[in-house]
């Protein structure tokens, strides 16, 4: 607070027509006619955010330890789209996303708690957000997202935005899961949620030429944060997010009669009988134990369907329990593995309604079939039927999803 006599300064400059030119140390104005200078009492500037456009969302700072400091929360003026910025430096445009979300977003992500009872992801994951840089540029990436699909005629500033949001949240959440404790973990696991959603949501290139990067990449991602926050179940479990949790950890029981499908699925038991895997124990048990997750995961579905009850997190919890020597095989395209993926395709396509979902079943199951010999086209005809891949053409336009090996 300024004291008495610095009021009394102000108002006798004010009176005669001039006032601080605000140059350091002291302004000019008041050093010629001796009088104290309020500028002098001021706390020094912040640091500036100087955005480059090669280097969107760097702040100019002399600290290069420290991430939060070395990085501005807001990314750089995008070609096409120019950023309002106010006087002090906001940028609107970050104030829209995050306005977009909590109105509008945060309804379409699955939460496993009832429709009625919205905080977990409008307010309970923001407020967490504002103290972990990661979880919010997520969240910011996902509401870019969100209004990339609804808004075409701003879809290339908007694919931008999301996309510099996303860079330096995974950045930021590397380094966050090299040090996982109690004050971090459920950050990591919301982000982790995110993740799911960044990943089927970001634009991808419609020239097909193999498995997709980014769906492995998903894949390790998600298993990786289930294999860190083993270490912190306890704090995870008893945080706003239990409700995640506990969809993903539903094993409930029921007849094989009362599961639709279910008979198409362990019918994929005959794949470890097949010459190759009749050869090698280990891996039949791979493909058995992969088979076993995906009817689990079908008959949580179903019975949660029929509650009338949030089914979409049960979906996610296949690629976290299938075994990571699967994987290998899916990247390597052995024939049964992608079979069996375009199995789960078809528990993909009962979320086909949700945004950053569309036309993702229909992909897979498109370049699985592609990719296969016509000995196999006999075990694809239930998932094309579902999926509506009826043709190996790749999907073009936003659906259009690049598959690549890393």
């Known amino acids: ?237 008893r945080s706003f997010l239990a409700p995640l949790l506990k969809k993903g950890m539903l094993q409930d029981t029921a007849a094989s009669h009362r599961i639709p499908d279910c008979g198409r699925v362990t019918d994929l038991l005959r794949l470890c009988g097949t010459e190759r895997s009749a050869h090698d124990r280990e891996t039949a048990n791979t493909y058995a134990l992969a088979i076993h997750e995906l009817l689990n995961s079908f008959t949580q579905v179903s019975l949660l369907m029929d509650r009338r009850q949030d089914f979409v997190p049960v979906i996610y919890v296949w690629p976290v329990a299938i075994p990571h020597r699967y994987l290998d095989m899916l990247r390597d395209q052995e024939a049964e593995a992608m079979v069996i993926l375009a199995h789960y395709a078809v528990l993909l396509q009962r979320v086909d309604d949700q945004w950053f979902m569309q036309g993702w079943a229909r992909y897979l199951v498109t370049q699985v079939d592609a990719a296969l010999g016509n000995e196999w086209k006999e075990w694809l005809i239930w998932p094309k039927d579902v999926t509506g891949a009826l043709s190996p053409i790749a999907i073009g336009g936003d659906a259009g999803r690049s598959l690549t090996v890393a």
């Open 1 to 237: 607070m300024w004291g008495k006599k610095t009021l009394k300064n102000n108002l006798w400059k004010i009176k005669r027509g001039w006032n601080c030119d605000e140059r350091p140390p002291q302004c000019s104005n008041c050093a010629r006619r001796q009088i104290e200078c309020e500028f002098v009492h001021r706390p020094p500037p912040a640091p500036s955010i100087n955005v480059s456009a090669g280097a969107p969302g760097q702040l100019a700072s002399s600290s290069s330890t420290n991430r939060t400091a070395s990085s501005s929360l807001f990314v750089g003026p995008l070609a096409g789209n120019p950023v309002v910025t106010t006087p002090s430096g906001l940028q609107v445009s970050d104030l829209e996303l995050l306005h977009h979300y909590t109105t509008v977003t945060f309804r379409t992500l699955p939460s496993g708690s009832p429709p009625d009872s919205p905080e977990l992801w409008q307010t309970q994951v923001v407020q967490l957000g504002f103290q972990h840089e990661f979880l919010l540029r997520g969240i910011l990436a996902v509401s870019a997202l969100h209004l990339h699909h609804l808004r075409p005629n701003r879809r290339e500033s908007l694919a931008l935005r999301a996309s510099s949001h996303q860079t330096l949240a995974l950045e930021a959440f590397q380094d966050a899961l090299n040090q996982v404790d109690s004050s971090n973990c459920v950050a990591i696991f919301a982000f982790s949620c995110i993740v799911v959603v960044l990943a089927f949501a970001s634009p991808r290139n419609s020239k097909s030429i193999g498995f997709q990067k980014d769906l492995f990449d998903w894949f390790h991602m998600i298993r990786g944060c289930n294999s860190v926050l083993q270490t912190q179940w306890d704090a995870v479990s």
